[in-house]
């Protein structure tokens, strides 16, 4: 039984689409040579710091070794996503063996699996149009909107809160969050309004 990651960073992101686990981390920790169940893991961080939440991983290593991955979503707009993956090995030029996870989508082999509105898989599959055929433009202003609120702290959802600094951070940096926090709920308003008014139309209503 392996222990327990400790809880370090996993890797810097650019946005919550690109979560990622590159099997290479698992390889380093021993979580593929040791015996038995192996658990790591740690916290996700965007580009900009902002904390999105955990990943855990389970290898298991009997007949067929599997890694079980586990995002648990700091903001409880987002699903708690859990996929397993087959381990495959594959031999190298000069020895020893290189490990990968086989989709379970394309069945194709990949050493780092992205995060996608569908689950986690190799990074061809992450990119099928699954998110935006799936995510109006205003779906995603609201997540990015509470993306935002979850940076102070705040619920999903338009209840009004009042940001507060947290101590050490700097007022300039304090500000422009804000500012982007305002711009986010804005752009809410803005799609709120543009997709209603067909509807309103269609129903009637004098604008
Ligand atoms: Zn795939």
Do not use: N
Not at 98 to 125: E, H, K, M, N, T
């Amino acid at each position: 039984m392996g222990g327990f990651g400790s809880g370090r960073e996993v890797t810097r992101l650019c946005t919550y689409e690109c979560v990622r686990v590159d099997i290479r981390v698992l390889a380093r920790e021993g979580a593929l040579t040791s015996t038995g169940t192996f658990q790591g893991g740690g916290m996700v961080f965007s580009g900009r710091g902002l904390h999105l939440g955990t990943i855990r991983w389970t290898v298991t290593k009997d007949d067929h070794p599997a890694c079980s991955i586990r995002f648990e979503p700091r903001s409880p707009s987002y699903r708690t996503t859990v996929q397993s993956f087959p381990i495959v090995f594959t031999s190298c030029t000069y020895g020893g063996q290189r490990p990968w996870f086989q989709c379970p989508w394309c069945d194709r082999r990949a050493a780092i699996v992205y995060l996608a509105a569908g689950g986690f898989s190799c990074r061809r599959c992450a990119e099928l149009p699954y998110r935006s055929q799936r995510q109006t433009e205003y779906d995603r202003a609201l997540d990015r909107r509470d993306v935002w609120r979850a940076k102070f702290g705040a619920p999903p959802g338009f209840a009004p809160f009042v940001p507060v600094k947290p101590p050490r951070q700097h007022w300039r940096t304090f500000v422009a969050d804000v500012r982007r926090l305002r711009d986010a709920e804005q752009r809410v308003g803005e799609l709120f309004v543009r997709d209603s008014i067909p509807l309103l139309e269609r129903l009637g209503v004098k604008l």
